[in-house]
């Protein structure tokens, strides 16, 4: 994994990110931690430009609105005609119509190589494209709510081989990685599925840690694009492992706020080594 | 006050936010730190599918706009109808035309289990509904400075009978919960008021301390829907004992920036025990 | 520089700011530091009441929309005609089009009191205006990189001479102060220019300093009306001192986050005694 971060930090890729206002901030500094440089934009009149000069497009659709929806079509469409990385985080598909109409029209308008939820917002997105394909097989039935997982969906150890089935079978149809992130963390393509184990479930009490992720990862797709799984695998062992650095050193007083700031300085502060040494997964 | 909180903890509402985007990551952070869920989402098009998933919904006006301003009304119609705890925040009303109309729209329009704001933005809206009602007496004359309260308007242990007796009534005439948070706190229904005196005068020199206590109470209302008065008054001694807590946790160097991080972490810290033993109020 | 910073914490000025939303927050915050208090507020229905009861005005175009341009202009009009400071950020000009071309227009309808930008976004405003003026001599060629400057526009001591003369030479063109901040930084009006030495590297590595900079200086402007250039060169020393401070205080585990918060936290501890010893700066 030493080589991904090593890579982003050396070509320190721009960043376009059309993304929510909660955690907006927190992604830009997060992208700045790993390496990379920011830079959000979502009017529909700049977006092309804008994308054009970055390296990678992060699109979020946490609180998408009527004037950033086509801001969203217009950038992604621009950066698959430049060959730039394109991530989407499908933020609560599942929790409102409009919601999963437009996270399953961007995977149908927009090539991604990769999209990042929690189980639930994967498995919505799944079960939208399945039925787009009349494909019963892959449907999940994800029950989101809101923008957490719901309990039903998340992956166990008991759950993980048909999870790894999923995922493999879901990077087949969109034709980019799969990532579901939670207590067990998987990145898939067709052929292979890193199982991650870093982490903490700390995380999960504070906002945006999966929209920090999404946008790093972008930066890591960005800068490795000869192996997105790879690179997102890695993106995803770098967030666990920034919360278990940022876990351990937490003082008693110390709470959710306090724990986002200390993920991101420990993304800032780590080595390529220490990721190799510190990230847990498996290949499947 | 600890059985209160510990509703928050045990229920784990799901708390519908269409809020400003200045603070609205501090008030997603401190929904979490209180045991809450946040979703933020203004778009026309999914407020009322965002709302039903909800168990309350936090109306905040810090940064209204052409597009939010339907979806309050969407959003707060659809809660009405389904039952679930309603609260305005009526930031900087008095402080454009614009922002004193959309408050009373709403007042108007939407049943409000809650109001909560600081004497100025409560005064202008009483001000406003007075006029509304061809009833004098009632009228405050607040005079709003920005999204602070005018000095003016500042409620002392001078001014307290008077305060009372004001939010009671206004609580009579909204049919819900008022609560006028400064120096010394107020929380009325119109049978009883909460007088509160936790809190700091420093976290005034934080942004959004307002707002993140709007957030929280939410989350209290929605967990403690049979007693919203009780409800309200434990998020307004939380927040305040938060503040006597974060404080006493300041380091010589630290500023309102830390400041604002340690009142989040402390309610995210905070016991119900620790609650009924730091909440400093009386009933009148 | 000291009696700068305590006009501003004597007048507690309010500051209207039209700002993006990634930043907004710590803004916000930064202006209460400093001693003002800040108001965001962009919708076209309300800025003209909102400048109305403030003292300055903040522009800054780092997420502009077709919603908030008009505001733009109408509370710039508003703010021009009542006589209040006005400052512009032009973040990421250069960086599209519809940026670059809202940005000369704001500085053709709009007289800003000063416009702080780094020297990529600075360079591409002068290169506009000149075109506009069709006068090659000023034209700087800025090629910006995202909102960050490009490498080939820094100012370093070998260019400083012809920075010093371009920047004295486009206050001349604008009628009020520019400000180019990075490595060094430069304060001129037609007269003189600042050249400051305070700040850290590691500041670029934070999303919004430049942002934070323009709302406390807009504060300091609002708060030192006969002395525009003083105030911004104060402002200028004011973050670039917190930078150092800041840094001092940092922990070995610390990163972007947490340089922030001791930044924003420095400003609000910071004396005008502080100020006045450490700022470094020579006139020329």
């Known amino acids: 994994m030493r080589e991904i971060l ?20 927190d992604v830009a500094n997060i992208v700045l931690a790993c390496g990379g440089s920011p830079i959000m934009a979502d009017d529909f009149e700049e977006v092309e430009d804008i994308t054009s000069i970055c ?9 998408l609105n009527r004037n950033t929806i086509p801001s969203m079509f217009r950038a992604g469409k621009k950066a698959n005609e430049l060959g730039h990385a394109v991530l989407l985080d499908p933020v609560g598909t599942g929790a409102s119509r409009h919601r999963t109409e437009t996270a399953l029209s ?24 399945g039925v787009m394909q009349e494909d019963g ?4 039935g994800g ?7 719901d309990a039903a969906d998340v992956i166990t150890e008991e759950t ?20 579901i992130t ?14 991650i184990r870093n982490g903490r479930p700390e995380m999960g009490r504070i906002t945006g840690t999966g929209c920090q992720l999404s946008g790093m990862a972008t930066a890591f797709l960005a800068a490795n694009r ?8 890695a993106a995803v062992c770098a967030m666990g492992l920034a919360g278990e650095i940022g876990w351990a050193n937490m003082q008693p007083q110390d709470g959710n706020v306090t724990y986002r700031n200390r993920i991101i300085d420990a993304v800032y502060c780590m080595t390529g080594e220490q990721l190799e040494k510190g990230a847990k997964y498996e290949i499947r």
Chains 1, 2, 3 share one sequence.
């Open 160 to 179: 993980l081989d048909a999870a790894v089935t999923f995922a493999k079978a879901f990077a087949g149809v969109t034709g980019g990685v799969i990532a």
């Open 55 to 63: 390296a990678g497009l992060n699109i979020n659709i946490g609180t």
């Open 182 to 195: 939670g207590t067990l963390d998987l990145v898939a393509d067709v052929a292979q599925c890193y199982v």
């Open 137 to 140: 097989r892959m449907v999940g």
């Open 6 to 25: 090593e890579r982003v930090r050396a070509a320190r890729p721009l960043i376009h990110n059309i993304t929510n206002y909660v955690t907006v901030n």
């Open 106 to 129: 961007l995977v149908k308008e927009i090539h991604f190589d990769a999209i990042r939820g929690n189980s639930s917002e994967i498995r919505a997105l799944a079960k939208g494209i």
């Open 143 to 149: 029950s989101t709510k809101g923008v957490d997982a």
């Open 226 to 233: 000869g192996n997105p799984c790879k690179a997102m695998a």
